[in-house]
């Protein structure tokens, strides 16, 4: 099984910064795209961002020049570098990867268990 463990959410007042980390553990063969989302309360959950493998980056739009994806292969780990916050980004963020656990086996998603951002005006 593939384990995702998510760090670097809290509290921050409007105009501040937070870093998200999501280290991937467990019987990984390989990870293609690695990707946050989030969901604000009453809200369906929604892309943030995108890192394929290659290092291809997509945002969402309202999101771009404020939050960036990285990603270390070597650790297996996904970052989202989030700047000039807003309270409108309250949420819950979630990393996701697709993932295989072998060569043989067929590419499967994993969720993170979620870490709330919560932005104070």
């Known amino acids: 099984q593939v384990q995702l463990v998510e760090s670097g959410g809290g509290l921050v007042q409007a105009g501040g910064s937070l870093r998200l980390s999501c280290a991937a553990s467990g019987r990984i063969f390989s990870i293609n795209n690695m990707d946050w989302y989030r969901q604000a309360p009453g809200k369906q959950r929604e892309l943030v961002a995108t890192?394929?493998?290659?290092?291809?980056?997509n945002y969402a739009d309202s999101l771009k020049g404020r939050f960036t994806i990285s990603r270390d292969n070597a650790k297996n780990t996904v970052y989202l570098q989030m700047n000039s916050l807003k309270p409108e980004d309250t949420a819950v963020y979630y990393c996701h990867i697709k993932a295989k656990a072998s060569r043989w086996e067929y590419e499967n998603d994993y969720w993170g268990q979620g870490t709330q951002v919560t932005v104070s005006s």
């Open positions: 890192i394929t493998r290659g290092g291809i980056l």
